[in-house]
């Protein structure tokens, strides 16, 4: 899709950032959530967009894969609340996906993807007019049939603290007398630093777009995107917005081993895997 991608990647951010504010001034959302959806499921995953109202599917993933992406906006702090837009079982398709995307930013958040077997399994079955009749199905239960194929750090991050607290909570009812349960305890602080800001990929990055005093460049920061094949700007957003944006790309396709030397991808030999 070349230049008419890159066109399109500049305008659904902005398309973004005007969703927010319309949020922010309506209390509405704007309902473009399925078509962030696709335009990040190509630029995160690498899928090719099928054509417009193209039946079943949105999506291929080479060769020959069939895919129907969804999408739904969602508060990031209870990522499984709500329903997945309806699926359509009448069409051809391989597998579903899910991108959930951060509602207060209109970035994605995580992506999901479930196999059609797994999803028309779940949908046939007795017991529900909400899946039966309109093929929708809770977050929660399609994350329990779908694999979590992409994560943003803010996931990563939230995660982690939710572990924390109830690490916090087992140990306090073991022990009455512990302190208070706190969201913000230095420990939780330490291990985000140690998982995510402070993490091999992290420090790769940060290495390459500090200036000399220590401060972002953006220059250098669009200069190490561009040679990952990532084009857009993010001018619309402040320096942080912007380094968590193309930070959250580069995470999807630069290969672990060139920020962190000492991991090495498993290849299994040609007996393995059959």
């Keep these: 899709m070349g230049d008419k991608v890159r066109s399109i990647y500049e305008v659904i951010d902005v398309a973004k950032a005007l969703a927010v504010e319309y949020k922010q001034l309506t209390g509405k959302p704007l309902g473009i959530s399925g078509e962030v959806a696709e335009i990040e499921a190509h630029r995160l995953l690498g899928l090719e967009l099928a054509p417009a109202r193209t039946p079943g ?40 996906l899910l991108v959930l995307i951060d509602e207060s930013t209109m970035e994605p958040y995580e992506i999901w993807e479930a196999p059609r077997d797994s999803v028309s399994e779940r949908l046939t ?4 007019k909400a899946r039966n009749l309109r093929g929708s199905l809770g977050i929660a239960q399609f994350c329990t049939i779908a694999k979590r ?3 943003s750090d ?3 991050a939230i995660e ?4 924390d ?8 009812r073991v022990s009455p007398r512990s ?16 998982l995510v800001k402070d993490g091999p990929f992290n420090i790769w990055l940060s290495d390459q777009v500090r200036s000399p005093d220590g401060t972002l460049d953006l220059e250098r920061l669009y200069t190490v995107a561009r040679q990952w094949g990532i084009n857009e700007r993010y001018d619309h957003l402040n320096p942080g917005m912007a380094r968590m944006n193309i930070g959250n790309r580069l995470r999807a396709v630069v290969p672990r081993e060139v920020y962190e030397p000492s ?3 498993t290849v299994p030999s040609s007996g393995e895997g059959a």
């Design 179 to 194: 302190a208070p349960v706190d969201a913000f305890t230095p420990e939780r602080r330490e291990r985000w630093k140690r």
């Design 125 to 128: 079955a007795p017991g529900s």
């Design 263 to 265: 991991f090495k991808r």
């Design 160 to 163: 982690s603290a939710k572990r």
């Design 57 to 96: 599917y949105d999506a291929v993933r080479h060769p020959k894969e069939l895919i129907q992406i969804k999408g739904r906006a969602v508060n990031v702090q209870h990522p499984r609340v709500g329903r997945v837009p309806r699926i359509n079982l009448e069409h051809e398709f391989h597998s579903v």
């Design 154 to 156: 803010l996931s990563v």
């Design 165 to 172: 607290r109830l690490e916090s909570k087992v140990a306090a």
């Design 149 to 151: 194929v992409w994560r």
